[in-house]
């Protein structure tokens, strides 16, 4: 059988189409959030709640998710959850009102979980290290891709065809991606269309990873680890501003803005945009600081991290500016640094765990993350009608300040190669 060159970089891009999919049906209510709330007579706490009923199944389900493609692989798993996710999304539009869009969200969250752990699995198994942040960065793309792709398409769809046809349409692409996932996926060991040298390739640039402790469960290793706690409360601290974006904007912009659902298509995906060259900026500036100025490679991720941080301190400041595309800059320059942000710390899961934990390690991860835009999320729905989303905001820009400070503090001794530092041989003991 014909060989293809350079395979991994064909399944990322399968991975980030996949991830595309993915963002896309989950954006769709943020899009329509506007129109929605006058149809099924919701208020913006009932609104919040039928988001937080996307996060809690989502929260709950992203560990689940990555013990699942641990346990039966990733390409029975990946496409089991795309046919899941699509039947929920088209159902969508049988909502009668806040509470059964509530229980159709949930069951959206639950089924679309599989999306990070998935991608951090393949990341792991198919990259070298030297080239996981990379190719993070355009799987990363896809989640801003979609979230870039969701106000023009949904918006052109309710109008034209009403706001059932967005969520059937949207719906509807999973599966199809579904099927060319179980048609073209295999891992590295068992892909017909690898050449060898691409196969030792890989497997030569993969520095073994050693959880500390002898046996034991798989969750009770990965969670005993003081690599994993510094990821999880990195991405906890992050996510708030990637679900205020998601979930937010565009309602932000028709109640504080007063845009109307033609000016939110076309200005809302603009920080989708930013958000994607930011995962791509993130993928590559690690490599570069490695190579420039020899940084080690954990090291060179955290930098990034550290620099992201620091530009969130624009978003910060949305309330502040008079101009709606002020705020829509600015909302840019967030979604830009949150998505550099996210592609490092994902990064460090398939740096730091081994391939067949990565999925569980990302889960937890995951969940930490979504309590904390879960959280946030709620809080923005209790308290932007009496005190307004200024403050909403400055918080975003302190979260990543914090998580990128506790980073520093709980990764500083773990080496290049990825080797547990003594004080995880401890914690592992301990747990």
Sequence with gaps: MRKIVGLRWWIIALVCLGTIVNYLSRNALGVMAPQLMTLL?????????????????????????????DLIG?????????CLWSLVGCLH??????????????LMGLSEAVAIPAGMKVVAEWFPNRERSVAVGYFNAGTSLGSLFAPPLVVFLSLRYGWQSAFAVTG???????????????????????????????????????????????????????????IAQARFFAEPAW?????WIP???????HMDLKHIAMFAWLPFLAADLGGLFGGYLSPFLMKRFRMPMIASRIAGVVLGAFMMLGPACIGLVASPYEAIALFCVGGFAHQM?????????????????VGTASGFAGMAA?????????LVGQLAGSIGYTPLFAALGAFDLIGATLLIVLMRGVSRDAQPHPTDQSASASA
């Design 74 to 82: 990733l390409r029975l798993g990946f496409a089991l959850f795309a």
């Design 341 to 357: 942000i996210s592609a490092l710390v994902n990064t460090l899961a398939a740096d730091v765990f081994e391939p067949g934990e």
């Design 93 to 106: 539009g049988f909502a009668t009102g806040w509470v059964s869009l509530a229980a159709l969200r949930g």
């Design 41 to 69: 007579h919701m208020d913006t706490k009932q609104y919040s709640y039928v988001v937080g009923a996307f996060q809690v199944g989502y929260t709950i389900m992203q560990p689940v998710c990555g013990l699942i493609i």
């Design 243 to 247: 679900q205020t974006f998601s979930f």
């Design 172 to 230: 509807a692409l999973g599966f199809v991606w579904a099927a060319v996932w179980f048609a073209l996926y295999r891992s590295p060991a068992d892909h017909p269309r690898i050449s060898p040298k691409e196969r030792d390739k890989i497997l030569d640039g993969q520095s073994p990873v050693a959880l500390s402790g002898e046996g034991g469960h798989r969750v009770r290793k990965v969670l005993g680890t003081r690599r994993f706690w510094a």
């Design 370 to 378: 979504w309590i904390g835009g879960l959280g946030f999320s709620l």
């Design 251 to 257: 309602l932000y912009l028709a109640t504080e803005r």
